[in-house]
């Protein structure tokens, strides 16, 4: 941050525009190891994309957006921050599996490859995939996805439909007895 205080003061504008719940916390807020050069805390936006918004959402996540921790590096922007979700939180195995996108220690893997991340690019860019994340997350949790998409649901609605399908199918379940439903 002392290097690039205009990244930062970019990254400021542009998250609070993208997504006014997240706080910034500096390396000066004594928040311990895990953020010695700061970063973001806070609830995403349940659905930032460029398209309408399914009907079925709110019955599938709830209100609210993924929390998460967005953690810079010191080799920001050259290296992209760290993401974590907090809630909901991948179980250990969940971490183990890269159908989930998750690494093993819990941050997200939302770049396909080493050269994905732009250091020009906007952080808002991760923050709208693991806003997506959190979409197929919990898609994958109700069993109607296998494995979470290449490119994410971020820039491909060919899995908005989908959303309806699992509320569909935990209503199905829950009036079989079954205990499939969505979490």
Known sequence: MDAEPERLQRDRDEIAA?????????????????????????ELPRWPFDREEPSA????????GVTIAMLYTAAYPMVPPILYPVDPEPTLLEQTQAAWH????????LLQSDGAWLPEASVTELL????????EYALMKAGVIERMST?????????????AEAIRSASSAEGDGGADAPQ
């Open 18 to 42: 993208f997504a006014p719940n997240l706080q910034y916390v500096g390396p000066e807020s004594h928040c311990g190891a895990a953020c010695p050069h700061g970063g973001w805390v806070g």
């Open 102 to 109: 998750v690494a093993p220690g819990g941050s997200l893997c």
């Open 151 to 163: 490119h994410g649901i971020v820039s491909d609605a060919s899995s908005d439909h989908l959303i």
């Open 128 to 135: 709208a995939k693991a806003a997506g994340w959190r979409i």
């Open 57 to 64: 959402l709110v019955d599938l996540i709830g209100e609210n």
